[in-house]
């Protein structure tokens, strides 16, 4: 089982089906939503079935897993974040994430993103992290930027998004630099 990885202000931990009330408040909400795979805003019943596979998702065993993780600040869930075993030779896995809007403007989301990063990197020996997301995603391509990830690609119409051809940006980071990065004062 996953130990939970904690911050100055948040633990990422498993998501359990406890957690449902705090993750139904962000995946109900279409400004969330919008760039998120799927049918727009989510029903009660579509953010348990939700829930109930995160809550699968504990641990990174063997390649194609997914390590699914609840953001915890004083006692509720922000967002969640994750990491997707991509490769194993290659030591390569994609980051993902969601997060309330309620919660934005305190940094609790680059914070949450560094913490899973960090230990991509240092607890599971990751080489390579990617991101991805919608061109005009500017929040996450910004959040992806302040991390130190660089972004690689732009994918033209690389994917179907709500009936569309839409263009994709691709964000990574190597062990080394995030290692030199956060070794570096930032002030």
Avoid: K
């Amino acid at each position: 089982m996953f130990t939970a990885i904690r911050t100055r202000r948040l633990a990422l931990r498993p998501v359990t089906m406890g957690d449902l009330d705090d993750v139904h408040a962000f995946q109900r909400r279409p400004d969330v939503c919008r760039w998120m795979l799927g049918n727009g805003p989510r029903s009660r019943e579509q953010s348990r079935e939700s829930v109930a596979a995160m809550s699968r998702e504990d641990g990174l065993r063997v390649e194609g897993d997914v390590l699914t993780l609840a953001a915890e600040v004083d006692g509720r869930v922000t967002g969640t974040v994750e990491l997707v075993w991509r490769s194993q030779a290659d030591r390569t896995a994609e980051i993902g994430y969601v997060f309330n809007p309620e919660f934005s403007g305190r940094g609790l989301a680059t914070e949450a993103v560094a913490a899973l990063l960090g230990w991509g990197f240092d607890e599971f020996g990751l080489h390579r992290v990617y991101g991805r997301c919608h061109a005009s995603n500017e929040a996450s391509a910004r959040l992806m930027t302040r991390l130190g990830m660089r972004c690689e690609a732009r994918h033209v119409e690389s994917y179907l998004f709500r009936g569309e051809w839409a263009d994709r940006l691709v964000f990574a980071v190597l062990a080394r630099e995030w290692l030199s990065r956060s070794a570096t004062p930032r002030g």
